[in-house]
C-alpha cells in the first residue's frame, strides 16, 4: 500500500482545513487508517484512525474539532480540521494497519504503511 496526502497549508486560528490521503492498491477497505502528527521536537502523536468498518476514534484534544472519513471507493481517507488553534501546527502523517485490535491503534507502531506528511500551519 502507498499513501499519499496532501491539503495541508497556512491558516489562522478558527479556521479549516481538509487533509486527504489517497491509497494504492485494492485492499485499501480492509485497514484501518489513522492520521498522526508530529510538531517540531515533539513525538508523533496519534489524532484519529477509522476501521475498516467505519468506526471512529479520536485523541482528546482534537474530538469535536476534527473529523476522519473514508471513501472506500476513491481509496482515500479525509481528515476535516474545524476551529484550528495553533498547537495543532505540525506534520500530518496518514497511516495503514491491517485488522488493529482495540488496545494498539493509537500506537504508530501499529500501522505498517505511512504518507510522506503535509504541514499544517496555524496561527494566531
Known amino acids: 500500500v502507498q499513501l499519499q496526502a496532501s491539503g495541508g497549508g497556512l491558516v489562522q486560528a478558527g479556521g479549516s482545513l481538509r487533509l486527504s490521503c489517497a491509497a494504492s492498491?485494492?485492499?485499501?477497505?480492509?485497514?484501518?487508517m489513522g492520521w498522526f502528527r508530529q510538531a517540531l521536537g515533539k513525538e508523533r502523536e496519534f489524532v484519529t484512525a477509522v476501521r475498516s468498518g467505519g468506526t471512529t476514534y479520536y485523541a482528546d484534544s482534537v474530538k469535536g474539532r476534527f473529523t476522519i472519513s473514508r471513501d472506500n471507493a476513491k481509496n482515500t481517507v479525509y481528515l476535516q480540521m474545524n476551529s484550528l488553534k495553533p498547537e495543532d501546527t505540525a506534520v500530518y502523517y496518514c497511516a495503514a494497519a491491517p485488522r488493529p485490535i482495540l488496545s494498539t491503534i493509537r500506537l504508530p507502531s501499529t500501522y505498517y504503511y505511512w504518507g510522506q506528511g503535509t504541514q499544517v500551519t496555524v496561527s494566531s
Open positions: 492498491g485494492r485492499t485499501f477497505s480492509s485497514y484501518a
